[in-house]
T-cell receptor, first 117, second 115 residues
Framework: LAKTTQPISMDSYEGQEVNITCSHN???????ITWYQQFPSQGPRFIIQ???TKVTNEVASLFIPADRKSSTLSLPRVSLSDTAVYYC??????????????????FGKGTHLIIQP | DGGITQSPKYLFRKEGQNVTLSCEQN?????MYWYRQDPGQGLRLIYY???????QKGDIAEGYSVSREKKESFPLTVTSAQKNPTAFYLC??????????????FGAGSRLTVL
């Protein structure tokens, strides 16, 4: 199972772009990278998923270099409401369905992002 | 609206009692999951189920039991064998699809406190 490493916490200010990097040196060929956001006393919410290069949606962008050993979640023009914990997960759902275990289902401690006015 | 419903939201239990947390989804998802979260910690996987009548242990299954008799339902029982049951419990589901990683949809959580 691929493991991930993220900074424990980050600070930024309203209106800034925030980049959170996740390291996953042992990522497997079929693994995808998924990011979630969690507010206190709520369940995590899916933000974005990617395999390589760049993925963008209405909330964030995900940058993945060619070697795929890391990924960067980019949040444009953050606001106070973006203060949350962000989790990076790596895994392959097909592995789970083929009896390979709970791949891609491990949440680490995440990155606690604090946005200040 | 489709989603996952967990109940109760708050639950208090005396030591030595079993308690069952409910999780129901109307997303037509195949897989369902239970996680535990302690203060300041990430989520730890307790059990997961890919299909009806089948489930697998996660990282911290001891002291817990589950059943999956219906696609929509995945109740979790916290037994008296669980030594530190006070925690925030999260249920999630995902659809079996093509290549990719599981994209989990979570419920609002159930907070269990042992008195």
């Amino acid at each position: 199972l691929a493991k991930t490493t993220q900074p424990i916490s980050m600070d930024s200010y309203e209106g800034q772009e925030v980049n959170i990097t996740c390291s996953h040196n042992n990522i497997a060929t079929n693994d995808y990278i998924t990011w979630y956001q969690q507010f206190p006393s709520q369940g995590p919410r899916f933000i974005i998923q990617g395999y390589k290069t760049k993925v963008t949606n209405e909330v964030a962008s995900l940058f993945i270099p060619a070697d795929r050993k890391s990924s960067t979640l980019s949040l444009p023009r953050v606001s106070l409401s973006d203060t949350a914990v962000y989790y990076c997960l790596v895994g392959d759902s097909l592995l789970m369905y083929s009896g390979g275990g709970a791949d891609g289902l491990t949440f680490g401690k995440g990155t606690h992002l604090i946005i200040q006015p | 609206d489709g989603g996952i419903t967990q109940s109760p939201k708050y639950l208090f239990r005396k030591e030595g009692q079993n308690v069952t947390l409910s999780c129901e989804q109307n997303l037509n998802h195949d897989a369902m999951y239970w996680y535990r979260q302690d203060p300041g910690q990430g989520l730890r996987l307790i059990y997961y189920s890919q299909i009806v009548n089948d489930f697998q242990k996660g990282d911290i299954a001891e002291g817990y039991s589950v059943s999956r008799e219906k696609k929509e339902s995945f109740p979790l029982t916290v037994t008296s064998a669980q030594k530190n049951p006070t925690a925030f419990y999260l249920c999630a589901s995902s659809m079996q699809g093509a290549a990719g990683a599981n994209v989990l949809t979570f419920g609002a959580g159930s907070r269990l406190t042992v008195l």
